[in-house]
């Protein structure tokens, strides 16, 4: 059984820094895709970053050139560097992968506010 768990979380005001991390515990099968998606109070799971084995990256428009996702294939970790953060991204941030055999996880998500 394969867990994610996400950290980093948290309030900041606009224009300032967050960090998520995210760790794969458990009998893994290497991943091929590590994403970060959010949910926003009365809105639908939308997909923030994401990343494939030969780092290729994927960006949701409104966060390009603000966010950043890196990655461990190896290990099963991945980051989610944001700056220069707006109250419109606050939401529950959920990390994810897709292993080699079709397997996909969730981690339990980790609240995200902008505010000043």
């Known amino acids: 059984q394969v867990q994610l768990a996400e950290s980093g979380g948290g309030l900041v005001q606009p224009g300032g820094s967050l960090r998520l991390s995210c760790a794969a515990v458990?009998?893994?099968?290497?991943?091929?895709?590590m994403s970060w998606y959010r949910q926003a109070p009365g809105k639908q799971r939308e997909l923030v970053a994401a990343?494939?084995?030969?780092?290729?990256?994927k960006y949701e428009e409104s966060v390009k050139d603000r966010f950043t996702i890196s990655g461990d294939f190896a290990k099963g970790m991945s980051y989610l560097q944001m700056n220069n953060l707006k109250p419109e991204d606050t939401a529950v941030y959920y990390c994810?992968?897709?292993?080699?055999?079709?397997?996909?996880?969730w981690g339990q998500g980790t609240q995200v506010n902008v505010s000043s």
């Open positions: 990343l494939a084995t030969g780092f290729i990256t």
């Open positions: 458990g009998n893994m099968q290497p991943f091929l895709t």
């Open positions: 994810h992968a897709g292993d080699l055999l079709g397997a996909e996880y």
